[in-house]
């Protein structure tokens, strides 16, 4: 069954009903969303970038004959997007939230050094499993930001990325195990 991307091959987007020109649009969101999410890190910069990329795409449809040339293409332009909206918000990423600094007068030594001691671990336990996270198929690390980062349920992953809980359970099972099994030959654990 074709997609409903698959009308922009066929006419102009402002030529379709309201009805359709929803449909098209949901489902370019729905397949883009995941992706951008991933590099961008936060909801509403995922949003800017998905309008940005289908006003794009909607005025410079090339004349493909097939829908999966139709959508490489649109993968690479909300790629660019990505890219030049990540580009543009640089500075804001590599701030410092001055709220989120706190300085303590009243701590002991002995409390300090252990508290050092512990955050050394504990950035490199984090830089080590951010290296399995790397190391995974993007699908995998997708769900992961999705379900860890972003706190969503099984419902609202499965709704984001178009596909069933099931599925989204079964994937997520995958890449914990392929975490657990990468983390505990680096860490011994």
């Known amino acids: 069954m074709p997609s409903k991307i698959s009308l922009l091959l066929t006419c102009n987007y402002g030529a379709l009903t309201a009805e359709a020109q929803k449909e098209v649009y949901m489902e370019f969101y729905k ?103 790397q190391e995974l198929k993007p699908e995998y690390r997708v769900l992961i930001e999705l379900r860890w980062k972003q706190s969503m349920s099984y419902k609202e992953i499965a709704d984001v990325l178009a596909t069933n809980e099931q599925t989204v359970k079964y994937k997520l099972h995958r890449a914990r195990e392929l975490i657990k099994k990468r983390f505990s030959k680096d860490w011994g654990v």
Not at 72 to 80: G, L, M, T
Request: charged share 30%; glycine share 2%.
């Open 31 to 133: 397949l883009m969303y995941g992706a951008i999410l991933f590099m961008v890190k936060e909801h509403a910069g995922t949003e800017d970038v998905i309008q940005e990329a289908f006003l794009k795409v909607i005025k410079h449809v090339p004349d493909f004959d097939e829908e999966d040339r139709l959508k490489a293409w649109i993968r690479v332009v909300v790629k660019n997007c990505t890219f030049n909206y990540l580009r543009k918000h640089k500075k804001v990423r590599n701030e410092v939230d001055v709220e989120s600094v706190f300085i303590h007068d009243s701590i002991s030594y002995a409390t300090v050094a252990g508290t050092i001691e512990q955050e050394v671990e504990l950035k490199a336990m984090t830089e080590a499993v951010d290296k399995c996270l």
